[in-house]
């Protein structure tokens, strides 16, 4: 065999209260509403006091949290459909490691001046639209040209109009993300929004200008594929790097109620009842570690909350919030070309928590200064410089008329990004380890680092198919003529290997090959 992956089940067991399948837009509670009908009507007695017992307490628990209060007699809409399986369907984000002593977050970052300004979705449940194009991919386009938000804002309805269910009360948000994908979006100014019909679709030759304003990809914020705790971290890590966060959230009656108010403090009782509420998309635009809150923006106009934004405690977004969704930040023009393309990677032991040592055997082949254990528990920690995309691949030594393929080992399955745009260190897999089997005294590691997303698969049969008698000459042909040229691989401290190379090479791929003994 060789190298392997090793999940770490006891976190990727999914034990959180959110693991529901729960839709949004308040509809959950119809069910319940007509049992108690039933009774009533069967028997009067009993059913009629229940029904007054029931509706007071569905008021003030929160579950008519489509209603508002008598000082504020609008009605907001969402139109935020939540659905697990959906959930499921995006990859999980590779965090940077908190454990890192070459790791930092700013205590505090907002990304406020880059948002448009809080309009009102209105009679619409189109806060998708509102959530994903208007704020996060308008601040993701503003931060990276400079261009004012507001003129450069785009379009809810354009985006809605395409995915919005039918009847205009609702969508999901991983289907406007990939959606903004695949598709694009049109600014405002040239798809203007209607509350009171989303049937307009957009013509052919918008559609095609829509192509022009693509996100390069987004992630599921979770902690592990199985488990979908929001990552509180990596939305923060997200945040700091200039990209927006998508939220998909349940929402009580004391959020709606947030006139003038800046911070939101979620009620008891609404925090029991958290199940049985509508679910609204919003943008995370800042956090404050000192004060422990995120920052909003909202789609219910300038006359809610702080002009349009609010502050929500960690505390009641981790209960609330559902589903959170980090898009690919873009980089600007200038940093881009001028910063270089510079990775350090080393062998991580678990036991120990130190580097293994290596040597280089010739330009980017390394092996360990002495064997390791069988059992033997890895992670790959890796600084980078600029975004990039990882993947990991192993095998075992040929051994007489053994001949084994070679294994996509990272990432471990569909379910994991290989996307590493946030940059810094981390250490990875984040939900496993790579461990060394019973099989075999030798076994190789091949990191693959690429500016562009790969497909993996397709390069673990290139490796196999590549026939030239070893791991490493099947990993290069493998990569082909896409590899840097004339790139120098260093060992730093002994431990770890080093690479730069500039940012406009028309190469994009590096490989780092690793033989690891064992005894």
């Known amino acids: 065999m060789a190298i392997r992956f090793r999940p770490d089940n006891d976190n990727d067991n999914n034990n959180d209260n959110n693991n529901n399948n729960n839709r949004g837009g308040g509809r959950n509670n119809s069910a319940l509403i007509m049992t108690i009908l039933m009774f009533a009507f069967r028997y009067p007695k009993i059913g009629i006091p229940l029904i007054v017992i029931g509706g007071l307490a569905f008021f003030f628990l929160g579950g008519g949290s489509g ?70 991919r308008t601040i993701l386009e503003s931060a990276t040209t400079g261009t ?87 939305v923060k890590q997200n945040i700091a790097q200039g990209a927006p966060v998508i939220i998909a959230a349940k929402v009580p009656h004391s959020f709606q109620d947030m006139m003038g108010k800046k911070v939101w403090k979620a009620k008891s009782a609404e925090k029991r009842n958290v199940n049985n509420l509508g679910g609204h998309a919003m943008c995370l635009i800042g956090y404050d570690d000192t004060k422990k809150q995120f920052e909003i923006q909202n789609s219910w106009g300038t006359q809610w909350g702080d002009g349009g934004f609010v502050f929500v405690r960690y505390e009641d977004f981790k209960i609330f919030c559902r589903e959170a969704y980090g898009i690919f930040p873009h980089q600007k023009a200038k940093t881009a070309s001028t910063t270089d393309f510079a990775i350090e990677c080393g062998l991580y ?71 590493m745009g946030i940059v810094g260190t981390r250490l990875f897999p984040r939900n496993g380890k790579f461990f060394a089997d019973d099989e075999g005294t030798r076994d190789f590691m091949a990191i693959v680092y690429s500016k562009n ?16 008698g070893n791991f490493y000459d099947n990993v290069m042909s493998a990569v082909g003529n896409r590899a840097f040229q004339n790139l120098t691989y260093k060992s730093k401290s002994g431990n770890l290997v080093s690479f730069k190379q500039s940012a406009t090479a028309k190469q994009d791929i590096a490989v780092v090959v690793i033989a690891l003994d064992k005894k």
């Open 349 to 419: 032991d678990v036991a120990t928590g130190a580097t293994l040592n290596l040597r280089n055997v010739r330009n980017n082949l390394f092996e360990t200064t002495s064997p390791i254990r069988i059992g033997t528990e890895l992670k790959i920690e890796i600084t980078n410089s600029l975004e990039c995309f990882t993947y990991v691949f192993s095998k075992e030594a040929d051994n007489g008329n053994r001949q084994g393929n070679a294994l996509k080992i990272f990432p471990p399955s569909d379910k994991y990004s290989s996307y």
């Open 148 to 234: 004012n938000p507001n003129s450069t804002a785009f379009s809810p309805s354009f985006l809605y109009n395409q995915i919005g269910i039918k009847g205009c009360q609702g969508a999901y948000t991983g289907e406007a993300l990939e959606h903004m994908k695949q598709k694009g979006l049109l600014q405002f100014s040239k798809f203007p929004y209607n509350e009171n019909s989303c049937s307009q679709k957009p013509s052919q030759a918008q559609l095609q200008e829509a192509t022009r304003y693509k996100i390069r990809g987004y992630n599921r914020l979770t902690k592990t594929g199985r488990n979908y705790d929001v990552d509180l971290e990596a």
């Open 453 to 468: 997303e790969l497909n993996p698969d397709q390069i673990r049969q290139s490796i196999d198919n590549a026939g030239k």
């Open 67 to 136: 209603a508002t209060s008598n000082n504020n007699p609008d009605i907001y809409n969402m139109g935020c459909e939540i659905s697990q399986e959906k959930y499921d369907e995006s990859k999980v984000f590779a965090a940077l490691s908190s454990s890192s002593s070459k790791y930092s977050l700013p205590a505090k970052v907002s990304l406020r001046q880059y948002a448009p300004r809080p309009l009102n979705q209105g009679s619409q449940g189109s806060c998708v639209g509102w959530a994903s194009a208007y704020s996060a």
